[in-house]
T-cell receptor, first 113, second 115 residues
């Protein structure tokens, strides 16, 4: 089945540092999504990417849709304590009746005091 | 801001019992989904639903599972005879699907514990 490889699995950083995480797939997706999940809550959509090569920002977050349509990265600049959580990349093929989201395994972000 | 809501937030049930998880999607959305997340693992697709029928389902969504939209607002997931391995967070999602936009918005989840 379709699988997304997300890395790193976890990160420990100092407040104020920049963060970078990425996702690769053996399959092509025509939509890439980045979600954040806080403990005990549902995934919250951060950024959606619809075109290969697209670079999109949302505040301190920047994400890119890879040219090959098989990868994406998410950068967080100047991290703050509320950035702690699990970040999931997700892909959608969106063809015929298939619009299900395939999730990566997540990157757990820890911010050191 | 409109949001997806789910009830209950936590459901404890005994193995073999039936459970119904409830969701109220965002009001102008027409596409509905259930996902589950076993503790510490990734979110997995279960089923998608549009126009009162299932669009797609995963291998996880076997004969023990069913979905229904009993009225204009609720979307339910029923597990007929729960097993221990059904213990997980279950997330409902909904989508408007405007042309070129397929964003799914997730509810806060129902934690199902099967004992």
């Amino acid at each position: 089945g379709q699988q997304l490889n997300q890395s790193p699995q976890s990160m420990f950083i100092q407040e104020g540092e920049d963060v970078s995480m990425n996702c690769t797939s053996s399959s092509i997706f025509n939509t890439w999504l980045w979600y954040k999940q806080d403990p005990g809550e549902g995934p919250v959509l951060l950024i959606a990417l619809y075109k290969a090569g697209e670079l999109t920002s949302n505040g301190r977050l920047t994400a890119q849709f890879g040219i090959t349509r098989k990868d994406s990265f998410l950068n967080i600049s100047a991290s703050i304590p509320s950035d702690v959580g699990i970040y999931f990349c997700a892909g959608q093929r969106v063809m015929n009746r298939d619009d299900k989201i395939i999730f990566g395994k997540g990157t757990r972000l820890h911010i050191l005091p | 801001e409109p949001e997806v809501t789910q009830t209950p937030s936590h459901q404890v049930t005994q193995m073999g019992q039936e459970v119904i998880l409830r969701c109220v999607p965002i009001s102008n959305h027409l596409y509905f989904y259930w996902y589950r997340q076993i503790l510490g693992q990734k979110v997995e697709f279960l089923v998608s639903f549009y126009n009162n029928e299932i669009s797609e389902k995963s291998e996880i969504f076997d004969d023990q599972f069913s979905v229904e939209r009993p009225d204009g607002s609720n979307f339910t997931l029923k597990i007929r005879s729960t097993k221990l391995e059904d213990s997980a967070m279950y997330f409902c999602a909904s989508s408007e699907i405007r042309t070129g936009i397929y964003e799914q918005y997730f509810g806060p989840g129902t934690r199902l514990t099967v004992t």
